[in-house]
């Protein structure tokens, strides 16, 4: 009888494409660093304060299984987690871009499907909850757009209405304008802004009003997870530093965000090919000459990143003892093969552990079809490359 809990982590692996299944099955390696940021959660949840790391490692080593593993750890500590691929689209100097990519890949504790709406939708106008977010908006924001918002939320039975500033909370940022028209029509009285909200200068207030969101709806902490760090390298020079400067909200927060921790997945090779290959610092000097904080500070945190070492060798025959057994309960079949000739399968698939895992596979694939098995051919590919997009005007002005 085929187990398809079992079959699902086993094509995962054959794939290469990390998942939150396998991060489930296979969190036993790296203790130390894990010990680090599950201490780093404990925190979180029992004090309430915020804090970020970075962790570096060579393409294929493990960083997205690694960032699985902590979004696992994370839900199991009834924590929010929001988990995000950087990329051309969603690039680390537009935050408000950012927002809206992380707020669609944030799952609450127990759920198997990201969204918060639902439980958005319970809270109403008049409540412990409503006047407490009500008050923290009005006073703790840099804007105060979000309290016009959330009570006129709170309050609207137009189904338009409410669906334009769900849609708002999602990042998908409604009009000052549309905004007061809401707010009059509900209350009878015009918005007066302290500060007029834009997007790209006052998206922190979104962030922290769902950092605030997330404890109030019972949640212990909120957790980032940001993976494909290093496709920074490609942004324009300006880009690169804005980048950093957003990195620094969530690498060192202020009190604005609350139980937060961030984690970034970085390439091993970022500091030689982009921070000294690109001359980060002296870039930094050259556009910042006279306010180089908080960047500089980021970029100081990158280079001295604790980078994820190579499995040791015991580490290597744990992880696949473990996929010999989910490939036996895979396909209802007992391999029958000594773990010795299951580590030699994997000597030609090079070093990295991406590569041994599907040696692996490849070698099970052919004992379970054919009664014997030859050589794998599993090959390393994917090497990143920080090839500059074409500079934004900005850049070149």
């Given amino acids: 009888m085929f187990d398809m809990e079992a079959r699902h982590v086993?094509?995962?692996?054959?794939?290469?494409?990390?998942?939150?299944?396998?991060?489930?099955?296979f969190s036993e390696a790296?203790?130390?660093?894990?010990?680090?940021?599950?201490?780093?959660l404990d925190a979180v949840c029992e004090q309430g304060t915020s804090n970020g790391m970075v962790i570096c490692g060579k393409y294929?080593?493990?960083?997205?299984?690694?960032?699985?593993?902590?979004?696992?750890?994370?839900?199991?500590?009834d924590m929010a987690v929001s988990?995000?691929?950087?990329?051309k689209e969603t690039p680390m100097d537009k935050l408000y871009l950012v927002y809206q990519k992380l707020i669609q890949n944030t799952y609450l504790p127990k759920r198997q499907q990201p969204g918060f709406l639902h439980e958005l939708e319970k809270i109403s106008a008049g409540s412990l909850v409503a006047n407490d977010m009500l008050l923290y908006a009005a006073k703790h924001l840099e804007t105060d757009k979000l309290y016009y918002l959330f009570r006129s939320y709170l309050?609207?039975?137009?189904?338009?209405?409410?669906?334009?500033?769900?849609?708002d909370l999602e990042g998908n940022f409604i009009t000052n304008a549309s905004l007061k028209k809401i707010y009059r029509r509900i209350f009878g009285q015009p918005?007066?802004?302290?500060?007029?909200?834009?997007?790209?200068?006052h998206c922190s207030d979104y962030f922290a009003f769902m950092s605030r969101l997330f404890t109030q709806l019972g949640c212990h902490g909120w957790v980032i997870l940001n993976d494909e760090t290093e496709l920074m390298g490609r942004l324009g020079k300006k880009a690169r530093l804005n980048a950093y400067r957003n990195m620094a909200k969530f690498l060192f927060p202020d009190e604005s965000l609350e139980a937060v921790f961030s984690m970034f997945a970085l390439s091993a090779s970022y500091t030689e090919d982009v921070i000294e290959g690109k001359h980060e610092y002296e870039n930094l000097a050259e556009v910042y000459p006279e306010q180089q904080e908080p960047m500089k500070t980021v970029l100081d945190h990158l280079v001295k990143a604790p980078q994820l070492l190579p499995l040791t060798k015991g580490e290597i025959n744990e992880v696949l003892y473990?996929?010999?057994?989910?490939?036996g309960g895979a396909y209802g079949w007992t391999p029958g093969v000594s773990l010795e000739s299951l580590v030699q399968s994997t000597q030609s698939g090079g070093y990295l552990l991406r590569t041994k895992i599907r040696a692996a596979i490849e070698f099970l694939d052919q004992l379970y079809q054919y009664g014997r098995a030859g050589e794998t051919t599993v090959n390393e590919l994917g090497e990143e490359t920080f090839e500059e997009e074409v500079p934004a005007i900005a850049d070149v002005e």
């Fill in 83 to 87: 988990y995000l691929s950087l990329s």
């Fill in 10 to 25: 086993i094509e995962a692996l054959r794939s290469g494409v990390p998942s939150r299944a396998v991060g489930q099955y």
């Fill in 322 to 327: 473990k996929i010999q057994d989910f490939y």
């Fill in 30 to 40: 790296r203790p130390k660093i894990m010990k680090e940021i599950s201490g780093r």
């Fill in 60 to 77: 294929g080593e493990g960083k997205t299984h690694l960032l699985n593993t902590v979004f696992n750890l994370a839900h199991s500590n």
């Fill in 191 to 201: 918005v007066k802004y302290n500060v007029n909200f834009t997007k790209t200068k």
């Fill in 155 to 167: 309050n609207t039975e137009d189904s338009d209405e409410k669906f334009l500033l769900q849609a």
